[in-house]
């Protein structure tokens, strides 16, 4: 079983749609919490960074992380065509980068 | 401002050849990575350099070897290319931020017959 499991999608939604992007976990250890974007042929780039329980939110995204349920989610509002990309899910046990473990990545695109 | 620069962005190879993945920050990390993306593995790390002079194994370091030439560079050498190597490689770079953020190349696309 791997550590973090992302559905990969695709996932296909109208432009202006909310979406909700999940991840699960399985090492009750993780403190730290990234979504890293990553459009096509591009390399990622971060989006949201949350450390431990909790909410974030930035413009139109919103990471959520529930460490009791060991699941965390990334909400986009009002989504654009420019929104299209790959969003990886990442955490790690400690702040070093050497550490962290990264989900598979879910495709989504958004129809115009 | 160039970031992290990859070269080459594509390579084809024969089993058994070798190459060198060049990487380049311009941003005064000290610390560097060396990462492969397969499809339903998501990123994992290869080597990684956390300073000029240091390297060490990450996840998958078989068949390959790395040199931290200096604080700009970190080259990634694949001595006996094997066609489980075909992958998208990508090198990144990290602040000694507490984020950790990891600022990444645009890859290099390598095939292995």
């Known amino acids: 079983q791997k550590e973090v499991e992302q559905d990969p999608g695709p996932l296909s939604v109208p432009e202006g749609a909310i979406v909700s992007l999940n991840c699960t976990y399985s090492?009750?250890?993780?403190?730290?919490f990234m979504w890293y974007r990553q459009y096509s042929r591009k390399g990622p780039e971060l989006l949201m960074y949350?450390?431990?329980?909790g909410n974030k939110e930035d413009g139109r995204f919103t990471a959520q992380v529930d460490k009791s349920s060991k699941y965390i989610s990334l909400f986009i509002r009002d989504s654009q065509p420019s929104d299209s990309a790959t969003y990886l899910c990442?955490?790690?046990?400690?702040?070093?980068?050497?550490?962290?473990?990264f989900g598979s990545g879910t495709r989504l695109s958004i129809r115009p | 401002n160039a970031g992290v620069t990859q070269t080459p962005k594509f390579q084809v190879l024969k089993t058994g050849q070798s190459m060198t993945l060049q990487c380049a920050q311009d941003?005064?990390?000290?610390?560097m990575y060396w990462y492969r993306q397969d499809p339903g593995m998501g990123l994992r790390l290869i080597y990684y350099?956390?300073?000029?002079?240091?390297?060490d194994k990450g996840e998958v370091p078989n068949g390959y070897n790395v040199s931290r030439l200096n604080k700009r560079e970190f080259s990634l050498r694949l001595e006996s290319a094997a066609p489980s190597q075909t992958s998208v490689y990508f090198c990144?770079?990290?602040?000694?931020?507490?984020?950790?953020?990891?600022?990444f190349g645009e890859g290099s696309r390598l095939t292995v017959l």
């Open positions: 090492n009750s250890a993780f403190q730290y």
């Open positions: 990442a955490m790690s046990m400690y702040s070093s980068a050497s550490k962290i473990i």
């Open positions: 350099s956390a300073s000029e002079g240091t390297t």
């Open positions: 990144a770079s990290s602040s000694d931020s507490p984020t950790g953020e990891l600022f």
């Open positions: 949350t450390y431990s329980s």
């Open positions: 941003m005064n990390h000290n610390s």
